[in-house]
């Protein structure tokens, strides 16, 4: 590559000023990385680089004439955070903007220059600085003075633009027209996926608010069980009182445990809504105290797990239901795998069962 | 209650010998503490010869068994006799705890 006089001082200045460069890139990944754990936002991806020599003197034997100085090519240092959702991306902005310095007259929002027929690169990118308020090395003082770049775009925007980088600047030819009419189709339906993943994470989120706000108001018979529904009801503790029971026998202590994996018993137990597992506490929970009281009365076992409680009502459930020893030996598979022991362990519930006429 | 415990390579075998009660249940503590640190990851205990535990042992398992989840870890209780099984199903601690 022949580059002229000027475009060769501007590369002599990239390499005395390279570790600044450097330093600024792990500073950046660092800033951004913090800010969105602080935000509690999840990102497809986050990354910086500094641009290579030659990328950068591909740029200068290209527009070299552009620049008076380095100082003027403002994506040396350039980082990219990628959303999931396209709508993910003004919330990216927004916190760059409180984060960092941004240079407006530099800045460009490339979704809004497309016309409405044109579809192609969707992507935002801000010049920004980093604030002394921020970070400062009093070492290198030109951390806070060099501009970088920050694109913002969603996964599917990065999908595109990358397939677009590769396929165009790939090529030693001019790609027919035809072919790139072929990459703006693509473009556009991206775009649409981008917004309908946007649009469907919208009302699967709203979904979830009304039935947890139907699970909080108590419209047990209204919502359905599944697994969202299921967390949100064990948040009311409805469990909680037969524990504190069943733990009293000798005295003693709950362990909280998690009983999401009756999740899916209760569903092979056949309780299509929340307002059933309400009913079988209704209804059994006495037999299960007694179904306790029958097993722990007497050792001195003062400590038992929440699920416990849980334990004994599917027990009398299938008991009543008349599902037998067979039926005990499927749960106790289905909870902790198979084992030969599960059938004398029901042989022995069932025999305790008949003896407080349980059955 | 006799406790042995031998580390190979990557995994540690406990093997536990009578019955754990309040008698004996602060020893199997201070036994076990070295597992609740360091690099013992997989933990593998065998009860043949465990006779019974009392809920003092059980505090002594949900310890070990949360110092090990803290770290990624994981411990399986196995060939438990029917009775000491019993103790672990009526509590609840079959539940969190993996008996095979």
């Known amino acids: ?359 | 209650m006799d406790i042995t415990i031998n580390k190979l390579e990557q995994k540690t075998y406990v093997v536990l010998d009578g019955r754990v009660d309040s008698t004996n249940a602060d020893q199997f503590q201070k036994d076990v503490a070295p597992l609740m640190e360091g690099e013992n990851l997989d933990i593998d205990i065998d009860c043949t010869n465990m006779t019974y535990t009392s809920s003092q042992g059980l505090r002594v398992f949900l310890l070990l068994q949360k110092s090990l989840m803290s770290r990624n870890g994981k411990m399986v209780l196995r060939n438990m006799n029917p009775r000491v099984k019993e103790v672990f199903d009526i509590t609840g601690f079959s539940n969190i705890i993996t008996i095979v």
């Open chain 1, 1 to 359: 590559m022949k580059l002229d006089m000027h475009s060769e001082m501007i590369l002599d200045e990239y390499h005395e000023k390279l570790p600044v460069y450097e330093k600024m890139k792990t500073v950046i990944l660092r800033l951004l990385q913090s800010c969105l754990e602080e935000n509690h936002i999840l990102v497809s991806g986050l990354e910086a680089r500094v641009k290579t020599e030659q990328s950068l003197a591909g740029k200068l034997e290209l527009k070299g004439f552009k620049y008076r100085s380095l100082d003027d090519i403002t994506d040396v240092v350039g980082a990219r955070i990628i959303t999931f959702y396209s709508d993910e991306v003004d919330i990216i902005s927004a916190l760059a903007e409180k984060l960092f310095e941004i240079d407006w007259d530099n800045s460009v929002d490339k979704r809004k220059m497309l016309e409405i027929d044109r579809f192609g690169y969707l992507s935002l990118h801000y010049v920004c600085r980093i604030p002394e308020a921020l970070y400062k090395d009093p070492e290198v003082p030109q951390l806070n003075k060099i501009r970088f770049e920050l694109q913002m775009r969603s996964t599917l925007q990065h999908v595109w633009a990358n397939m677009y980088h590769d396929i165009g600047y790939k090529s030693d030819v001019e790609i027919p027209i035809e072919y790139q009419r072929n990459m703006t189709r693509l473009a556009g339906m991206l775009e649409l996926a981008d917004e309908q993943f946007s649009h469907i994470r919208k009302e699967i989120n709203g979904y979830r608010r009304t039935v947890q706000s139907m699970v909080a108001n108590g419209n047990f018979n209204e919502v359905p069980l599944n697994g969202d529904t299921f967390r949100s009801f064990l948040k009311l503790r409805p469990f909680k009182k037969l524990a504190d029971k069943i733990a009293a026998i000798n005295q003693g202590e709950v362990y909280e445990d998690n009983l999401m994996p009756y999740y899916k018993i209760l569903l092979h137990m056949n309780m299509k809504t929340i307002g059933d597992i309400v009913r079988m506490c209704n209804e059994y929970s006495e037999s299960a105290y007694q179904l306790a009281l029958l097993q722990l009365a007497g050792t001195g076992l003062d400590i038992v797990t929440y699920s416990v409680a849980v334990l004994n009502l599917c027990i009398v459930l299938i008991l009543k239901k008349g599902y037998g020893e067979a039926g005990l030996v499927r749960l106790f598979d289905a909870l902790y795998g198979e084992n030969d022991y599960h059938k004398q362990r029901a042989h022995r519930i069932y025999e305790q069962a008949k003896k407080i006429n349980m059955i």
